[in-house]
């Protein structure tokens, strides 16, 4: 049994950001893992997957991109190898092989089970990540056998999918970049959308990111709504490709409504498609005014390229009622439903009624115990590599303040 004062839950990027700033402050700590830094982004099969942030956008406290492609976007394992080369830039005190047994209240703090040894720690930070499981919704249970299922964690690339038809559910980021790969292979596609949020990848000669982390949005601190929160229509490709629904029927992706239903191998989808694909373009059309605005009034409108034409909408009056996927040659459905968090661990109660860590910012209704890298923490950008920077201090701050130490460290390079 080892002691010390913060023991850091996960070697990510939210992990190894408050590693750094505790280091930073001379605070000893230990950061656990089950693998090594960076382990879910090495252990990613997706074979094109690739940042949808520039590498510019990759600031960590004392770290930032320094190579020579600084508009381009890194693979999984490019950014596997950017963070393990921030975890020995400052000798992160990592200690691996470490997969979570328990946690669990111990007199002065928290006592830390692992595969790998125990430790008593008088703060924990849980830092174990956003996207940890497939989130696959109940009716997939009812497919027939006959269609294989995969998700958007499991997926490696079109060649290893069986033959047949896809059905890729979901138009969030995952969904539309896997639509777009498949159908660039030659597969033909159906992708099932619901509500969804819909960005040119480039506006007015310059990155959509470009102009939304300029204008502030993503350090715009979050307020709660309690509405949905699609990910961006976005891919991280060197030729700076649309994957939108319009660009997606362009290449051949068929749509439809979101999945309402699923018995044997027919599957039935909501007629909500003109309303969802509506709603999004009403989002998009009001942002890209905002930044028209925003362009003008900071005096770019001579540097930049002129007004766009409207861009086109989705067609929606074909989109299909319902499918009998075995009757129509479907042989794989691809999941690209989001992520859960699981922390069958975690014994301390701050957990909510849909197993989500209660928490203010970072602090959660127990002493000592607290959290970073969840979606929205404090803004849009918590759980981007280049916003999770602030979020880490706040934690390090409440950290630094329970042991009556102070940050030294900046929050970006």
Known sequence: MSTVPVAVLGAGQAGLAVSRLLTGSGVEHVVLDRGRPAETWRARPWESLRLLTPNWMSRLPGWSYRGLDEHGFMTAREVAAYLAAYARSFAAPVVGGAELESVRPAAGGYRVDTAAGSWTAR??????????????????????????????????????????RVLVVGASASGVQLADELAAAGRDVVLATGAHTRLPRTYRGLDILWWLSTMGV????????????PSLQL?????????DLPALQRRGVSLAGRVVSVEGSKVRFAHDLPETTAAADARMSALLHRIDAYAHAVGL???????????????????????????????TVLWATGYRRDYPWLHVPVLDAAGEIRHVRGDTPAPGLHVVGMRRQTR??????????????????????????????????
């Open 380 to 413: 849009r950008s918590s759980t981007f590599l280049d916003g999770v920077r602030h979020d880490a201090a706040l934690v390090v701050d409440a950290v630094l303040a329970e042991l009556g130490a102070t940050r030294s460290v900046e929050v970006a390079a």
């Open 218 to 229: 993503f350090d715009r601190e979050f307020r709660a709504t309690g509405g949905a929160d």
């Open 123 to 164: 703060t924990v930070v849980v830092a174990t990540g956003w996207c940890q499981s497939p989130a696959v919704p109940d009716v997939a249970g009812a497919l027939d056998p006959r269609i294989a299922q995969e998700t958007a964690a499991s997926y490696r690339s079109p060649a290893a999918l069986p033959g047949g």
């Open 301 to 331: 409108d001579d540097e930049i390229e002129p007004l766009p034409p409207p861009l086109p909408a989705a067609r929606t009056d074909a989109a299909a009622g319902e499918l009998d996927l075995a009757a129509a040659g479907f042989g």
């Open 235 to 243: 891919i991280g490709r060197p030729d700076r490709r649309d994957v």
